[in-house]
């Protein structure tokens, strides 16, 4: 008999963590469309307006602050080659600047710019370009 | 009597997780029809060639004029993730980025970097290794004409 559970067990648990898993990827709207809520890369809440005064302090590497680079609001970069930022996804801003900071992705500039910042500090960025006024579209309805 | 309970269960389970599962593959899905009419001789030619360019890929894709009509046809499949409002990747989990108004060097560059795979991301890379150096440029072209 519990014999057979376990072994009922063993069965169910994959199956269970597979569904968890999948349900916990899906797409859809959640609440935190406004940028404001903690991330499930486990980023703690990004504030606005520390992240507004972090985007216009100098990097200590660089010498040079966000809005050097990427222009007021992050909507008018200095260089072509430099992303807009403004009104883009919060968790896809923090979701590169955790990459360039453990070195996933690269860039000569912003691999020195993120390396030293803190989870925090990623978060609060990142909720602070996602809730400028931007030039940025998704492509529904474009085609 | 356990025992049918339990393996109703799994099943019920199995079937839920199955029915659930097209969700999180629909990128893969979607990327299928338009590489496949890429023609094939064109991708087995430009790859060699990219990787030999590869420290001048930047500066030479630049110089290519893209052409928006021919982005836009391009950018049909795109459209399976960076065209739904609030799709989300899903290991790790964020927002598709916005794409479109980006400029046209920015979005060139990052083609480029995931067709070399200097820039990491399996979907992303699977797309731009179809793509050549005109289909780059084509599709910056179009997508950096988008207003929001």
Known sequence: MSRAMTRSVRLVAPLLLGLALVACGGGGEHASEEGHASSSAGLPTGRVSEGEALANAKGKATGQSCIDCHGADGNNPLDDS?????????????????????????????????????????????????????????????? | MTRPLTIAASLALALLALTSLPRSTQAQDTATPATATEPPADETAQAPEAAAAAPAATPAAAALTGNPDEGRVLTYTCQGCHGLVGYRN????????????????????????????????PTMQAQASSFSDQDIADIAAFLSELKP
């Open chain 2, 90 to 121: 899903v290991y790790p989990t964020y927002h598709v980025p916005r794409i479109g108004g980006q400029s046209a060097l920015y979005l060139s560059n990052a083609l480029h970097e995931y067709r070399k795979g200097t820039r990491k991301h």
């Open chain 1, 82 to 143: 430099y992303p807009k930022l403004g009104g883009q996804y919060y968790d896809y801003l923090e979701h590169a600047l955790q990459q360039y900071r453990s070195g996933a992705r690269e860039h000569a500039l912003m691999s020195q710019q993120a390396k030293d910042l803190s989870d925090q500090q990623i978060a609060d960025l990142a909720v602070y370009f996602g809730s400028r006024p931007g030039q940025l579209r998704d492509l529904h309805g474009t085609h």
